[in-house]
């Protein structure tokens, strides 16, 4: 490879910055907040230990916990590494000490359970509660998704009353469109004695956040910050051409194969003409814009000893392409080989696998260091990759980006397959926090100097990537997506009335980021906030859950679900779903739930499938999607996808899981997710209604039979 000269980051190893929360707007502190100088004058670290469980503190680490010590609120942004946890881990057992309890929060499910085994593990008396599963709900510390949490906060605030800490992990998802505002809702709705321990990738707003907590908690929030990552990144590039290079290279290169592509252009154009104006993968758009092959790249890194190595690729089709194509590699000695065998053995053994998967595709490849994971695959699979990759005798890994998510399972090189992903509308360039998660796991701690970071680019890529932009490592601000939900707008309805609903907004981080805006801009803010809000208002009366300032019975229901509130009360009172067999239910809720992840229309489902529920269902949903288009808020209703309504009623009636591969073309990951995701909604809605409705007995009965096998999460969770 070339030259040993490092590319940072820009995670400069500074020593940490500690500011108050309301350092960057005094005038929105709470009364009483002292000023940051005043703080940080404070924060001494010879006031906290300098090594913690057999564990030297870095500084960033000595400052959170005396923050904690000190009783306050704390927000710490540092890179993937860094060891944020260990912060949580303090405050977990500062709560402990005093008899007190700890919440800790994750936004994935995934996340959820590994946290969980983790302590689990470390002996601590941990429960878990993530929609699909609740264990031990009564424990010194609960791990959960952030919409339990909401819920909680929402439904039963004296539930929280033991609670001392709550730890949000990865708070920065406050920016995700889709479910950002449910931290938010948690950060404001919170009882106010709880106190918060927020971890976060480095973002530049921090102090930004940290100000808004302090005003919102009435106390100050103490945000730390560091750059420093305990094994540093060294960044590179690879084309098809130049091989390896570094970023100082960037600019000779590309002038370099932007020509050669451009003189391939003219060929392929002759070539075009010769062919009858063919064009396509063998033109020049196909050496222009595709990435160049991995092979080469992962030959020299096997050469080298630079392994494991974790290819991210974006697509869980690309995924196990690479896989394939990389399948003949032998990684492993003749004694790894043993190791992993035994391995496989004691895992085949745990999750109760058949025999039979031993000799499948993903055993098969781990025997040679091989492997893939994404969420297409049985949850119990990926976690078997999981577990052969901790084990080290997985070498190479090929994986989607959700395997960089918190989940602790670094590699001495990280590769991009591609730096474009699918952001749901089309193919773009990553995020500079999404680059950094992923590139954050390259380099072990206390096994590698340095982690190798490689981009495979195209000749395209050379030209449009926004490389200088990654490269300068300062992630986007984190950006308020604060939109209350038809249910939490029904939960500050009946706790605060209908008058105050508008507080909400104004104790948000929206509000919060206007204030820096013109009066004017602040204005026409406010006013488009407050438009949403008497939309949703008017649309909620007009279906009949308000009445006023009171909740109706329909109201009373819908509050109590989320996600799907409106579809399901509305199915609920008007008879939809009232004699109702097994089979019939257990579509119609998978139906609600079920997306095509495909962008084609959806298939043709036979009628004799329930097709005259399923009809009717319909009719319901669409007219209240019509509804809400006339208040515009036509995209909080999905409307049923019945792509899964043929695999549904098998598994029902008691098809192995294996056959259901022959009824849809959803892969076996999402089929388990739909089916615990139905049974999660059918858990809200039976919650929600008295148990003297004919359909409350019915829905746990379909329960029963969707929650088996494979589906079943709690089973999953006790095997391992």
């Known amino acids: 490879m070339s030259r040993r000269s490092r590319a940072r980051s820009a995670e400069d190893p500074a020593e940490p910055e500690v500011r108050l929360g309301s350092a960057e707007r005094p005038?929105?502190?709470?009364?009483?907040?002292?000023?940051?100088?005043?703080d940080e004058s404070a924060l001494t670290p010879q006031a906290a230990p300098i090594v913690w469980k057999e564990k030297t503190l870095s500084p960033f680490q000595v400052k959170a916990v005396e923050a904690i010590r000190a009783g306050h609120d704390v927000l710490v942004a540092a890179p993937t590494g860094a060891g944020k946890t260990l912060v949580a881990e303090f405050a977990i057992e500062d709560a402990a000490k005093r008899g007190r309890r700890t919440i800790y929060t994750a936004p994935i499910k995934a996340l959820s359970n590994q946290k969980y085994r983790d302590f689990r593990a470390d002996g601590i008396d941990v429960g878990l509660m993530t929609g699909d599963v609740t264990i031990n709900p009564?424990?010194?510390v609960l791990v959960m998704t952030t919409e339990i949490l909401r819920n909680s906060i929402f439904e039963n605030p004296r539930a929280l009353e033991p609670v001392e800490y709550v730890v949000f992990d990865e708070v920065h998802y406050m920016d995700d469109v889709e479910r950002g505002s449910v931290w938010e809702e948690s950060l404001i709705f919170a009882p106010p004695d709880v106190r918060f321990v927020c971890l976060s990738a480095t973002i530049p707003n921090a102090e930004e956040l940290?100000?808004?907590?302090?005003?919102?908690?009435?106390?100050?929030?103490?945000?730390?910050?560091?750059?420093?990552?305990?094994?540093?990144?060294?960044?590179?590039?690879?084309?098809?051409?130049?091989g390896a290079f570094e970023p100082g290279d960037l600019d000779r290169v590309r002038k370099r194969e932007v020509e050669a592509a451009g003189r391939l252009g003219k060929g392929a154009r002759k070539q075009r003409l010769r062919d009858g104006g063919r064009d396509g993968r063998h033109g020049r758009g196909h050496e222009w814009a595709d990435p160049p092959s991995a092979v080469p790249l992962l030959d020299e890194l096997q050469a080298r000893e630079l392994l494991p190595v974790l290819v991210f690729a974006f697509s869980r089709k690309d995924c196990e392409r690479l896989a394939r194509a990389n399948e003949g590699r032998e990684l492993l000695t003749a004694a790894e080989r043993e190791a992993m065998r035994a391995l496989q053995r004691d895992l085949v053994a745990t999750f109760g696998l058949e025999d039979g998967f031993l000799s499948g595709e993903v055993m098969t490849m781990a025997r040679r260091g091989i492997g893939y994971h994404h969420a297409g695959m049985l949850p119990v699979h990926k976690e078997v990759v999981e577990r052969m990759f901790t084990s080290g005798l997985v070498k190479m890994l090929f994986t989607t980006e959700t395997f960089a998510l918190g989940i602790n399972m670094p590699a001495r090189t990280v590769v991009f397959h591609s730096l474009k992903k699918f952001d749901g509308v089309g193919f773009d360039y990553l995020s500079t926090r999404d680059y950094l998660q992923m590139a954050g796991r390259a380099g072990r701690q206390g096994l590698d100097k340095e982690g190798l970071v490689f981009s495979l680019l195209s000749p395209k890529d050379l030209v449009e990537a926004p490389i200088k932009r990654l490269m300068a490592g300062r992630s986007e601000p984190v950006e308020s997506r604060f939109g209350l939900s038809f249910s939490s707008i029904l939960h500050l309805v009946e706790r605060l009335g209908r008058e105050r609903v508008p507080e909400a907004w104004e104790k948000s981080f929206n509000q919060f980021?206007?204030?820096?805006?013109?009066?004017k801009q602040r204005e026409r803010n406010?006013?488009?906030?407050?438009?949403?809000l008497d939309a949703h208002l008017a649309f909620l009366e007009e279906l009949g859950h308000l009445k006023g300032a009171a909740l109706t019975p329909r109201g009373h229901v819908a509050k109590l679900i989320n996600g799907f509130e409106l579809q399901v009360t509305e199915?609920?009172?008007?008879?939809?779903?009232e004699n109702l067999s097994i089979e019939a239910l257990a579509v119609v809720f998978v139906g609600l739930v079920y997306e095509e992840r495909r962008r084609a229309e959806t298939g043709w489902v036979p009628a004799k499938?329930?097709?005259?529920?399923?009809?009717?269902v319909q009719r319901e949903v669409h007219g209240l999607h019509a509804a809400a288009a006339e208040h515009g808020l036509q995209a909080g209703i999905k409307l049923p996808d019945w792509?899964?309504?043929?695999?549904?009623?098998?598994?029902?009636?008691?098809t192995p899981f294996e056959a259901l591969e022959d009824l849809t073309e959803a892969t076996p990951g999402d089929v388990v997710r739909n089916f615990r995701m139905a049974i999660q909604l059918m858990r809200q809605a039976r919650r929600a209604i008295h148990p003297d409705w004919d359909v409350h007995a019915r829905l746990g009965e379909t329960m029963e039979a969707l929650n088996r096998d494979v589906v079943d999460a709690r089973a999953q969770l006790d095997l391992g």
């Not at 499938?609 to 009717?616: A, E, I, N, P």
């Open 27 to 38: 005038e929105a502190a709470p009364a009483g907040t002292a000023t940051a100088r005043e």
């Open 513 to 519: 980021q206007h204030r820096g805006g013109t009066e």
């Open 138 to 140: 009564g424990a010194q």
């Open 643 to 654: 792509g899964l309504t043929e695999a549904t009623i098998a598994w029902i009636d008691g």
């Open 526 to 532: 406010r006013k488009e906030q407050r438009r949403v």
């Open 609 to 616: 499938f329930q097709g005259t529920v399923r009809s009717r």
């Open 210 to 242: 940290g100000a808004w907590l302090s005003e919102i908690r009435g106390r100050a929030t103490i945000v730390i910050q560091s750059a420093r990552r305990p094994v540093p990144l060294d960044h590179r590039f690879w084309t098809a051409r130049s």
């Open 571 to 577: 199915l609920l009172f008007r008879g939809v779903l």
